[in-house]
């Protein structure tokens, strides 16, 4: 199975398309490793970015794959899951040339300087520098199998193709061999994840891959230099109890390399600003939110420590976040569309309705669709199947993560505006008054009910709103200083039967 991409790049015109002139080209051959290390090397000599959209590992995972990669090793990755090992092992393409000459038609994409295979010797011994080359794209030159429990020796190493023996030839004829992944991705990067469901004995065809380069396919010694860098994921011993790396092949490759989860509040915010795919606006202390969350979460005694709470949980967070937001401000503007209804209940932004211009919000510009810290409940139950509990807490899962997210909400509230004067926003509620919202409240009608707030102004700057917020950034900000100021014990809260939330004085 090979990384998927959306078109097959075409080689560039003025590369050599004959052995002669490679040779004339000055063009030698380098092994796989010899080119990774040789690109690495280059990239760090010229600072450029060697493993461009990992976040995080700057200063503990990446500095050990590069030393794999110098060393020449073949590595496995072990972490939990949604620790980004796919992501990082599909970045070693990177590091590939950009193009390679092949022998066109060989399954093996030998190179015409070293051939492998008989057939393909005997090609280039009778051609000479006539010889026609083909070049093949790094993107080309990466293979990827999960590892299931029907993955078969002939799907990795090879099988006898009865087809070909069907047409006539014998058992002993090694053209009558298909191959398999593994030597499909010579001189390319192998990756195989989640290596410890693969059938132990399935795991010991690999040895000779990892030690010998060669391969057995049944009957046939087959003596193929295999040249390639072969990588595995898997999650560490103690928790998966689906399989084990079985110590031989465990030993055979050269670097073991720890990945985790990010280190600080920042990567976790880097990593959502990076992979999350927003449907809305989310501001920043309601990205901040969700960051403490997903960090709570991971660090909860509540939750299997084994099992871990993947980056994706906080990525997904924010998405379901800010669909939360559109859906308001869909079901809002359709409202105020309604004959009689109030234009103010539709949270509409001025300008060209059929703006595009934010890439990240699309055709929903004209929509004032701005999370709140409020929408951030709802993940609560919708995210609750990607936790593992322990035993014992069985049956308290959203009560777990409802508590982890007042907590997560009140740290970032004194974060962001500890020091602030916020009695203003106190006075809104004397005398038995209440402020009212929710995920069906627009932001018209949230302003309406506080009116002109002393102190609002320095809330926006502090949350980086800016001078001219729009009508759905104010509110949310307005949301956030009221439910702060709840978990800080300076307001009371209710939550009605129709999902609204009254914010009042203390009882």
Do not use: C
Not at 191 to 216: F, S, Y
Not at 329 to 355: I, K, N, T
Not at 406 to 419: I, M, N, S
Request: charged share 25%.
């Amino acid at each position: 199975m090979t990384a998927p991409t959306s078109t097959t790049p075409v080689p560039p015109a003025d590369l050599p398309g004959t052995l002669g002139a490679l040779r004339a080209a000055g063009h030698r051959y380098r092994s796989v490793k010899q080119e990774l290390r040789d690109n690495l090397l280059a990239r760090m000599r010229s600072g450029a970015p060697r493993f461009p959209g990992i976040v995080g590992y700057d200063d503990t995972v990446l500095p050990e794959v590069e030393r794999a990669l110098l060393a020449g090793h073949d590595m496995v990755l072990l972490g939990e899951r949604g620790q980004g090992k796919t992501r990082l092992i599909r970045s070693l393409v990177t590091l590939l040339d950009e193009w390679t000459p092949v022998i066109p038609g060989s399954v093996l994409n030998e190179h015409p300087l070293h051939p492998v295979t008989p057939a393909s010797r005997t090609l280039v011994a009778e051609s000479g520098d006539d010889l026609p080359i083909g070049w093949l794209h790094r993107s080309m030159r990466y293979g990827e199998k999960l590892a299931t429990p029907d993955t078969s020796v002939g799907d990795l190493i090879g099988d006898v193709d009865p087809i070909r023996l069907a047409q006539g030839r014998t058992l002993g004829d090694p053209e009558t061999i298909h191959f398999g992944l593994v030597p499909r991705t010579n001189r390319g990067i192998f990756a195989v994840n989640e290596l410890p469901d693969l059938a132990e004995r399935i795991q010991v065809a690999m040895l000779n891959v990892l030690e010998e380069r060669d391969i057995q396919v049944r009957g046939h010694q087959l003596r193929l230099p295999l040249d390639l860098l072969l990588v595995a994921s898997a999650n560490p011993e103690d928790y998966t109890n689906r399989g084990r790396i079985i110590t031989p092949l465990k030993d055979r490759f050269g670097a073991e390399v720890r990945t985790h989860y990010p280190t600080d509040l920042e990567r976790e915010l880097e990593l959502i600003r990076q992979e999350a795919d927003l449907v809305a606006e989310v501001p920043e202390h309601v990205l901040e939110v969700l960051a403490r969350f997903a960090r709570a979460v991971r660090e909860s005694p509540s939750v299997d420590p084994r099992s871990g709470v993947s980056a994706r949980f906080a990525v997904a967070a924010a998405e379901t976040v800010a669909a939360v937001a559109l859906r308001r401000a869909g079901l809002l503007a359709a409202a105020s569309a309604v004959p009689g209804a109030s234009a103010a209940r539709g949270e509409v932004l001025a300008g060209d309705p059929s703006s595009t211009a934010d890439v990240n919000r699309g055709p929903f510009l004209s929509l004032d669709a701005v999370a709140r810290v409020g929408d951030a409940v709802s993940v609560t139950s919708t995210l609750r199947g990607k936790v593992e509990f322990e035993s014992g807490e069985e049956g308290r899962e959203i009560e777990i993560l409802g508590h982890l997210l007042r907590t997560a909400t009140a740290d970032t509230f004194r974060a962001r505006l500890a020091g602030l004067d916020l009695s203003g926003f106190t006075t809104l509620v004397e005398e038995g008054e209440t402020v009212e919202t929710g995920e069906l409240v627009s932001a018209a009608d949230l302003l309406r009910q506080v009116g002109t707030v002393p102190g609002l102004a320095k809330v926006l700057d502090r949350l980086g709103v800016g001078d001219a917020p729009s009508p759905g950034q104010a509110a949310a900000a307005v949301e956030f200083v009221l439910e702060g100021l709840h978990l800080s014990r300076r307001l009371g809260k209710d939550v009605t039967d129709s999902g609204r939330t009254r914010y009042g004085g203390r009882d």
